[in-house]
Every structure is written in structure tokens, then in C-alpha cells.
């Protein structure tokens, strides 16, 4: 009899070691990983739209553009917000990430920013300018210093700098990690920064940078999932936070003065 109570102990342990609702009160918990600004002030807005849906939401911040990508690919976090789609288009090709984007929030210019000219007819022969070292940051700023009339570029997507066909100038590309680049600024005649570590630079890009995208920019920067998460209904409140009116009111609002403008 007693072996017959402790089996049905150890039966009963085992069913209440999981509770029913522990799955549910899981779902209800996001996790999203962002790089510092904007995306970390802009999923602050949208945290209390998701309060009022019964969510949870926590922020992770990076500092880099690698990192984000992996943690979500393998689960330690639900979603991510901190690149644009080509970025995130040639992560997956080479990583194979199983991740797709599913809403598109805003735009952040890359600009050209000098502490040595005021004017991009002001650089000088044999120039060096930074640009950033990922691939699809690379190809933009190239076409960033194309269309400001530095150089010329051959037609593609992914460019790099010995792709340009023309250099009058006979401008010096130096390629570094994007995150490094304001603090390039002293020794460079100029650098293509980020939006998001310029102003963590104390640059404002609608009045530092001598020359800027403008907003039909391609590169919006989106929400990242699982593919298999898609469809939850904890990513497509969070989807529908962050396009929501509250947050393209906040972009219009506190960003765009900043040179951020909405993509929703």
C-alpha cells in the first residue's frame, strides 16, 4: 500500500511540475533586443500600449550589430529592432537565420559629418573619409558620398570601394565598425555615421551632418521575428505597438527634429 502511495505521489509531482498556465504567463512575456537609440526610446512608447494588451515587455540593448541577430535566431530573445531590411536581407543569406521582418518603423539617415569642413565642396584633395565596415552600411555610405558628388560608383547592390569608378578627388576610404565611427572624427576630414551613434555622439543629424539621405531612403529599419513565431498574437500586438499613433506622433514629434523620420 505504501509503494502504491508513493507511485501516485511521484505521479502527481510530475503532472503539477509544469502548471497549466505557465505556458500562457510565458507568452505574455516579450523580449526584445534594440540597440540604444532610437529604437530603445521608441519601444519605450509602445511598452504601455502592450501593458494595456496584458504584455509584458522587456528591453535588452546592444552595441553592436551582430549580437542582436544571433540571440534571436536561437531563441533568447522574441524579436529584435535595430536593422534595416538590407542588412538584415544579407544576414540571413550568409548566417541562415530563420528570422523575416514584419513591420517597417523608421527611417535613420546616414549622414557625412566633419568636425574640419562645413561644406562638402570644402574636402579637399586626398581626403580620408570614413565609412562603415558591415557590407550593406558600406554600399550606402558609398552612395551617400556619390550622391553628395565625391565619387562615382558602379551599379549594385552590395558595393564596395573598389567598385568606385570615379574619384576626382582622390578620396581615401577607411572602413571601420560602425559604432566607432564619431569618435573618428578628429582624425578623418570626414566620416559616414549611423544616425543612432551619431546622436549618442552628441550630433544632431538635421543640423550637424554636411550632407544626409533623404526620406526615400530604402533602408527602413523593421521588427525582426522567428518565421515560426510569426502568426502569435504576443508579435503581432507587438507589431501593432510599434505602428501605432502614439509612437509615429513620438517620431514626428521628438525624432524627426533629429533627422529620424517614420516609415509607417
Known amino acids: 500500500m505504501k509503494l502504491i502511495r508513493r507511485i501516485l505521489f511521484l505521479a502527481l509531482a510530475l503532472l503539477i511540475t509544469i502548471p497549466a498556465g505557465s505556458r500562457a504567463a510565458d507568452d505574455k512575456n516579450i523580449i526584445i533586443g534594440v540597440t540604444p537609440f532610437p529604437h530603445a526610446e521608441i519601444v519605450k512608447i509602445a511598452a504601455p500600449l502592450l501593458e494595456k494588451e496584458g504584455y509584458r515587455l522587456e528591453i535588452k540593448e546592444f552595441n553592436d550589430y551582430v549580437t542582436p541577430n544571433i540571440a534571436l535566431n536561437d531563441g533568447s530573445l522574441t524579436a529584435n529592432f535595430f536593422q534595416h531590411v538590407p542588412y538584415l536581407d544579407d544576414q540571413v543569406k550568409n548566417q541562415k537565420y530563420d528570422i ?68 576626382p578627388k582622390n578620396i581615401k576610404i577607411v572602413e571601420l565598425e560602425a559604432a566607432q565611427l564619431p569618435r573618428t572624427l578628429d582624425d578623418t576630414d570626414a566620416s559616414v555615421i549611423n544616425t543612432n551613434f551619431a546622436v549618442e555622439a552628441g550630433l544632431i543629424p538635421a543640423k550637424d551632418a554636411i550632407a544626409i539621405e533623404d526620406k526615400e531612403s530604402p533602408y527602413a529599419n523593421v521588427l525582426v521575428v522567428r518565421k515560426a513565431d510569426i502568426d502569435k498574437p504576443a508579435i503581432k500586438a507587438l507589431a501593432s505597438a510599434l505602428n501605432s499613433p502614439e509612437v509615429k506622433a513620438y517620431i514626428e514629434t521628438e525624432l524627426t527634429p533629429k533627422g529620424i523620420v517614420a516609415a509607417f
Open 100 to 167: 523575416a521582418w514584419i513591420a517597417k518603423v523608421h527611417i535613420e539617415p546616414l549622414g557625412i559629418y566633419s568636425k574640419k569642413v562645413k561644406a562638402v565642396a570644402d574636402i579637399a584633395d586626398g581626403a580620408t573619409i570614413a565609412v562603415p565596415n558591415d557590407p550593406t552600411n558600406n554600399a550606402r555610405a558609398l552612395r551617400v558620398l556619390e550622391k553628395a558628388g565625391l565619387i562615382k560608383v558602379k551599379a549594385g547592390e552590395l558595393v564596395t570601394a573598389r567598385d568606385i569608378t570615379e574619384n
